[in-house]
């Protein structure tokens, strides 16, 4: 049997002009095109892998291109079109692949990667969903304080995001261990801030505190520099105002504007906050 959407091993057949046929043991037969031989050399009787998918016209086709996705798999696809149907997504083959409106969390937006999981619909073609929480792994041998590389694919919460480690391994950002705004597909740099029971890791894009501290008494200092030495913020602003101005809480706020008032740098007043001169 031939096998769409994965990668099958089959026997080289009979030439064509363009192209040849390839058969499995049963006799079903594919072609592969001459577009997608390039200059190996193919030969009689031999047998080859290749990735199976089906073309414009919705016959399965064979091809010696290496794909970004097969069936079973999760991958961070761009997408490339769409249509009042659903989305395609590039896999680096002459056809994309569908991602279904039903199969879409959030929207798809042109332009934009997400991970997605392929999958064969009721048709028989390979297509999509950004429904990939059931297909991202456990991961082992991560360590409280490591720096990962991970991708957003969704909500566990109202406030806690759904990340991906390194693309495949199951990881949550809490509400208060993020500051902006994080939508699905997004990737970044994250650190590890905790491991749970279920094997499930907690990330934070937050700083060290020290690091975290350092970093925002520097923007207070140049916030105050940039308005005449003065602003109407000081430790009895609210948290929602502190966050929208400072990216950040209000205790972190309050306990580096303390710091820079030991360090004599500033004074703060009923009305804000000034740069001592």
């Given at each position: 049997?031939?096998?769409?959407?994965?990668?099958?091993?089959l026997?080289?057949?009979?030439?064509?002009?363009?192209?040849?046929?390839?058969?499995?043991?049963?006799?079903?037969?594919?072609?592969?095109?001459?577009?997608?031989?390039?200059?190996?050399?193919?030969?009689?009787?031999?047998?080859?892998?290749?990735?199976?998918?089906?073309?414009?016209?919705?016959?399965?086709?064979?091809?010696?291109?290496?794909?970004l996705?097969?069936?079973?798999?999760?991958?961070?696809?761009?997408?490339?079109?769409?249509?009042?149907?659903?989305?395609?997504?590039?896999?680096?083959?002459?056809?994309?692949?569908?991602?279904?409106?039903?199969?879409?969390?959030?929207?798809?937006?042109?332009?934009?990667?997400?991970?997605?999981?392929?999958?064969?619909?009721?048709?028989?073609?390979?297509?999509?969903?950004?429904?990939?929480?059931?297909?991202?792994?456990?991961?082992?041998?991560f360590?409280v304080?490591?720096?990962?590389?991970?991708?957003?694919?969704?909500?566990?919460?109202?406030?806690?995001?759904?990340?991906?480690?390194?693309?495949?391994?199951?990881?949550?950002?809490?509400?208060?261990?993020?500051?902006?705004?994080?939508?699905?597909?997004?990737?970044?740099?994250?650190?590890?801030?905790?491991?749970?029971?279920?094997?499930?890791?907690?990330?934070?894009?937050?700083?060290?505190?020290?690091?975290?501290?350092?970093?925002?008494?520097?923007?207070?200092?140049?916030?105050?520099?940039?308005?005449?030495?003065?602003?109407?913020?000081?430790?009895?602003?609210?948290?929602?105002?502190?966050?929208?101005?400072?990216?950040?809480?209000?205790?972190?706020?309050?306990?580096?504007?303390g710091?820079?008032?030991?360090e004599?740098?500033?004074?703060?007043s009923?009305?804000g906050?000034?740069?001592?001169?």
């Amino acid at each position: 049997m031939i096998f769409v959407g994965e990668y099958n091993d089959l026997k080289v057949d009979r030439k064509v002009d363009f192209g040849y046929y390839l058969t499995d043991e049963d006799g079903n037969d594919v072609l592969l095109p001459n577009a997608s031989i390039k200059e190996r050399d193919i030969k009689l009787g031999e047998e080859i892998e290749v990735f199976i998918y089906r073309d414009s016209k919705d016959r399965p086709i064979a091809t010696l291109k290496k794909p970004l996705i097969k069936v079973g798999e999760v991958s961070y696809l761009k997408i490339v079109g769409e249509s009042s149907f659903g989305a395609f997504a590039d896999i680096g083959l002459d056809r994309d692949i569908f991602i279904p409106l039903k199969e879409q969390k959030f929207k798809c937006l042109v332009g934009k990667s997400y991970l997605l999981y392929a999958y064969i619909d009721k048709t028989g073609r390979l297509a999509a969903t950004t429904y990939v929480d059931n297909y991202m792994e456990i991961g082992e041998g991560f360590k409280v304080g490591d720096e990962v590389e991970v991708i957003t694919y969704g909500k566990g919460g109202e406030k806690t995001i759904r990340v991906a480690i390194d693309g495949k391994y199951q990881g949550i950002v809490l509400g208060n261990e993020h500051y902006n705004d994080i939508y699905p597909g997004e990737k970044f740099k994250a650190r590890i801030k905790k491991i749970y029971e279920d094997g499930v890791v907690g990330v934070s894009t937050r700083r060290k505190r020290l690091e975290e501290r350092d970093v925002l008494k520097e923007q207070i200092l140049d916030y105050l520099e940039k308005h005449d030495g003065f602003m109407v913020y000081n430790d009895k602003t609210s948290p929602e105002i502190i966050k929208e101005t400072f990216n950040t809480s209000k205790n972190y706020f309050k306990m580096t504007l303390g710091g820079l008032m030991k360090e004599g740098k500033i004074e703060q007043s009923l009305e804000g906050t000034r740069l001592k001169k």
